[in-house]
């Protein structure tokens, strides 16, 4: 049906509150700083600049945030959402879409062009950041520390944002919290001062809540050789790395469902869920987006796999060759197509236009695992409180993961989706209040009993 | 196989024919005027509010219909021949519609009507005035959306839930916003006094221009035709550019008024959703039960209510007769911020042989109220501002004949609130030993 008549002004006031033009003016002077330092414009590589340049960041988006939010009392205020460029696919959205995303095939394909330079000393953007290195682990910044960096900010800064924004759900609140200490803490602080006290010895992931599959190197030749020539640490990170796969994972998972790790720890996780939380609502609902989503996420774990197993029987035997495949060869495409471009320029550059959660949804082997783990053996459950769905679509449309949950609550069913993070947001968004994550053992048969209502056999009815 | 006919594509049309669909294999066809799909028409507002886009708002793809082999069809339906049973369509086109028919008339084995409410106007001087609209259909909105360019102050007349649902719209796009209420609190002969202030507060705490005991006089037209002041019962004008008329609704039967079908403020219905005419049934808003079970209402207008009858009325046409039985009476609503549910029996106007315990929490901001039986101390109705509660639990309450005290002991099983939140049941514990 024609809805253009329902557009016929941007209904959206333009931002006008003197606040936050003041602090879109002072995050763009952070901003313009690394523009800066990316240009190799002399003066700027001077530590106060960096510092001056990350606290600029900072105070933007903060102030932007209380400023955004300080006169409307706590509750959900999605106005606007679908009336803004940025959140609408509209130009901005575009714009952030090609930048992020050209960010990202520098990143993992032409560093030096931000300045990394392996041989001598760093230039432009990565020599910015030398003096955060050199402060953490000693050692001149690679293109992945500027990385990682930023993308820790975003974490904080971004989450910082999200608690002011749902003050009132104190589960979104240490939900939110729980990311920001992960990342930083677990993916940022702790495995840079290790690295330093460590750089003597070759190198191996020190991010120990980074778990194989998502971590697909884990088990390749040179970070295992890595972490048996790692001493203790060494040892820890190997003996830790296969408990978390195959012992701690199934356990968090049967008790709490996967959220324990997509929305409560994991990094890609908790980027969606802080910078990407703009853009959640631009996940596909449709059912054929589910169904191409079960055919590309379980593709991937099979690729994972099948790849993780090629290169430990290279690995125990010595030989780059399993009957014609050559091992090395299928490594470095997944290395290229999942873990650079799907998860990463896909994954994140993709934000404005397809949702936050493009990666965690269509291509995280991780995800694979812990869902299918969720589905048949967790106690976790979306509740619906009995038949009081006004079927308004607020649930759906705010899902990241592009759940129908609608389709479950207007008929008093329970969700139990492979996909489903446990963000939570669904319940918060509901007017009515009808939607309650939980995890208990009495409410599994409660589901099973509810779903029998079935229209066609294949409408939304198996997963 | 019949051939079932179903007049509007409502919650209640659109249930019935999906019941009908998954207990046989009838013809089945649906006519509405409105849209093309089944949207839901409680969402209207988060359209407005830019919370979603219309097409969020239709709980089914629109392959659904077809896949499920459910007919839909654009049309207004001007009269029916009941002895004929055949439908006449008013041959009306629509701009908006991807579907096209040439058909004047459909025959029908049974017909099914749905064709819910109508906003309320009371004669006011000016009512039909433009930029004067109810809030309930896709083309009230659109015409919202109209008057919106120019929009600075809306006024709305009448508080139910509409009306305020209305004001947060308004709202939320920054236009100034009155809201003329007759009665001396924001929807008292609903809520008891205290949950009632309560909303007043929150309708106060977000800058909406509340005049509680004040009625719309008359609608003042500019030159063209076009509202630009109401006038209050006290005399005093009011300049705006939109007028919403949301004291309330009525059953959608004015076009079958002269027909042979018995129809009082609603279309007359026994316990079978069954009309006075053979193989015609009512469902849904536009229908007045001639015998409301007990403690329930001869025309309640809620989303809830259509979806059950619905779904009983497919299982009586397709399976066996089975009477309507929508158990005990809930409903729920958001007042801006401030979540409201209600189970069971709860009176505007609390007196004996009833009674009730109350509790607000410090902030003013969550409210607990059990209605109970003197006699017996049997709990039998609760409401909630600002908390959720499972609906099994309470009407467990009910069925099983919970006290006062057993109900507040068992609190916490009710609990629905996510997790994290606090729980403020010790605390009401206390104070309902310390009254
Ligand atoms: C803004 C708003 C918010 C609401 N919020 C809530 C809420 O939160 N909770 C709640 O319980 N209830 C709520 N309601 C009430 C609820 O939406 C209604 O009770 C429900 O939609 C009624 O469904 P129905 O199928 O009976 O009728 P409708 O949804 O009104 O459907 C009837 C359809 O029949 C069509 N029709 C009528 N006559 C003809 C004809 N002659 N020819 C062809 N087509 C015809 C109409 O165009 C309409 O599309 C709300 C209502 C509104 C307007
Ligand atoms: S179903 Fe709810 S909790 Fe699960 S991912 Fe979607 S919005 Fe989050
Ligand atoms: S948000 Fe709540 S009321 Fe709306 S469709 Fe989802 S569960 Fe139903």
Redesign the pocket.
């Known amino acids: 049906m024609d809805t253009t008549s329902l557009s016929l002004a941007n209904p959206k006031p333009p931002f006008t509150s003197p606040g936050q033009k003041w602090a879109t003016a002072i995050g763009s002077i952070g901003l313009l700083l690394l523009l800066l330092a990316w240009l190799n414009i002399g003066p700027i590589f001077n530590s106060i600049y960096f510092w001056s340049s990350i606290l600029l960041l900072a105070i933007g988006v903060v102030w932007y945030s209380i400023d955004m939010y300080k006169n409307t009392p706590a509750g959900i205020k999605n106005n606007g959402v679908w009336f803004d460029s940025l959140t609408n696919k509209g130009l901005w959205a575009w714009v952030l879409g090609v930048f992020v995303t050209g960010f990202y095939v520098v990143l993992y394909w032409n560093p030096h062009l931000m300045g990394y330079n392996a041989e001598g000393s760093n230039t432009g953007l990565v020599h910015f950041f030398d003096p955060l290195s050199m402060l953490l682990k000693g050692q001149p910044a690679s293109q992945w520390f500027v990385y990682g960096t930023l993308y820790t900010f975003a974490i904080f800064f971004f989450g910082i944002k999200y608690i002011i924004k749902y003050r009132h759900n104190r589960y979104q609140i240490i939900r939110t919290i729980s990311v920001m200490f992960f990342q930083l803490a677990f993916a940022f602080l702790l495995p840079e001062i290790l690295e330093g006290l460590n750089s003597d010895k070759a190198y191996f992931g020190k991010d120990f809540k980074n778990i194989w599959p998502l971590n697909y190197y884990f088990y390749h030749d040179w970070h295992l050789n890595g972490m048996l020539d790692g001493g203790k640490l060494g040892m820890f990170a190997l003996v830790w790395g296969i408990l978390l796969t195959f012992v701690v994972t199934p356990i968090l998972t049967y008790f709490y469902g996967k959220r324990w790790y997509c929305s409560w720890v994991c990094g890609c996780g908790g980027l969606a869920e802080t910078a990407g939380d703009p853009f959640r609502h631009l996940s596909d609902k449709s059912l054929k987006a589910w169904k191409i989503e079960r055919y590309l996420i379980y593709s991937v774990l099979v690729f994972a796999v099948v790849m993780t197993a090629l290169v430990l029987y290279s690995f125990f035997t010595g030989s780059g060759q399993f009957l014609f495949i050559n091992t090395f060869q299928v490594r470095e495409w997944y290395g290229f197509l999942i873990g650079a471009a799907f998860s990463g320029v896909v994954g994140v550059g993709f934000y404005p236009l397809m949702g936050s959660r493009v990666w965690c949804r269509f291509g995280c082997p991780m995800a694979a695992i812990l869902g299918l783990q969720q589905k048949f053996f967790s106690r976790f459950r979306i509740t619906t409180n009995g038949g009081q769905c006004?079927s308004c679509g607020n649930c759906s449309t705010y899902c990241e993961m592009g759940i129908d949950v609608r389709w479950y609550a207007q008929r008093g069913q329970d969700i139990v989706r492979a996909s489903c993070v446990g963000c939570g947001v669904c319940s918060a968004v509901c007017?009515?209040g009808v939607l309650r994550l939980e995890n208990s053992g009495k409410i599994s048969d409660r589901a099973k009993a509810i779903r029998n209502e079935v229209i066609t056999a294949d409408v939304h009815s198996a997963e | 196989m019949k051939n079932i006919l179903i007049?509007?594509?409502?919650?209640?049309?659109?249930t019935a024919a999906r019941h009908l669909r998954k207990l046989g294999d009838d013809k089945i066809t649906v006519?509405?005027?409105?849209?093309d799909h089944f949207f839901s028409?409680?969402a209207?507002?988060y359209i407005y509010m830019g919370h979603m886009k219309y097409e969020h708002t239709k709980p089914y793809e629109d392959w659904f219909w077809k896949k499920n082999n459910i007919s839909l069809m654009r049309?207004?339906?001007?009269d029916i021949d009941f002895d004929l049973k055949r439908v006449k369509l008013n041959g009306k086109k629509f701009k908006d519609s991807a579907f096209k028919t040439n058909l004047t008339e459909l025959s029908y084995d049974i017909l099914i009507l749905?064709?819910?409410?109508a906003s309320n106007k009371f004669g006011w001087p000016g009512q039909d005035l433009n930029q004067v609209h109810g809030?309930?259909?896709f083309q009230d909105l659109e015409q919202l959306e109209k008057a919106s360019p120019f929009l600075k102050r809306g006024v709305i007349v009448g508080g139910g839930?509409?009306g305020i649902?209305?004001a947060e719209m308004m709202h939320s796009r920054h236009k100034e916003v009155t809201m003329l209420v007759r009665e001396p609190s924001y929807w008292n002969n609903v809520l008891p006094p205290e949950e009632s202030e309560m909303v007043n507060q929150q309708i106060i705490m977000n800058h909406i221009d509340l005049r509680l005991g004040t009625e719309l006089k008359e609608i003042l037209s500019d030159d063209n035709n076009n509202a630009r002041a109401v006038v209050t019962g006290d005399g005093e004008e009011i300049s705006c550019q939109f007028v919403g008329l949301t004291a309330g609704?009525h059953p959608?039967v004015k076009?079958l008024k002269d027909s042979e079908l018995a129809i009082n403020r609603g279309i007359l219905v026994d316990e079978y959703l069954r009309t006075n005419k053979p193989d015609v049934y009512a469902?849904?808003?536009?229908v007045e039960l001639q015998n409301p079970p007990k403690g329930r209402r001869a025309i309640e207008?809620?989303?809830?209510?259509?979806r059950i009858m619905?779904e009983t009325l497919a299982h009586t046409i397709a399976r066996s007769p089975i009477k309507y039985n929508p158990g005990h009476w809930f409903?729920?609503?958001k007042f801006l911020d401030l979540e409201y549910q209600v189970y069971g029996n709860v009176p505007a106007n609390i007196v004996s042989p009833l009674s009730s315990y109350f509790w607000k929490s410090e902030d003013g901001l969550k409210s607990l109220r059990l209605v109970y039986e003197i006699a017996t101390n049997h709990v039998v109705g609760v409401n909630l501002m600002g908390l959720r509660f499972r609906q099994e639990i309470c009407e467990e309450w009910f069925d099983n004949h919970f006290t006062l005290e057993e109900v507040v002991k068992d609190l916490d099983r009710a609990h629905f609130d996510p997790e994290f939140y606090k729980k403020y049941y010790k605390e009401i514990e206390t104070h309902l030993a310390h009254n």
């Open positions: 006004i007017p009515r | 007049i509007g594509n409502g919650v209640s049309g659109i006519i509405s005027k409105e849209t028409r409680t209207l507002m049309a207004e339906v001007s749905a064709t819910g409410s809030m309930y259909s839930l509409i649902e209305l609704v959608n076009w469902i849904g808003d536009c207008p809620i989303w809830y209510v259509g619905g409903n729920s609503a």
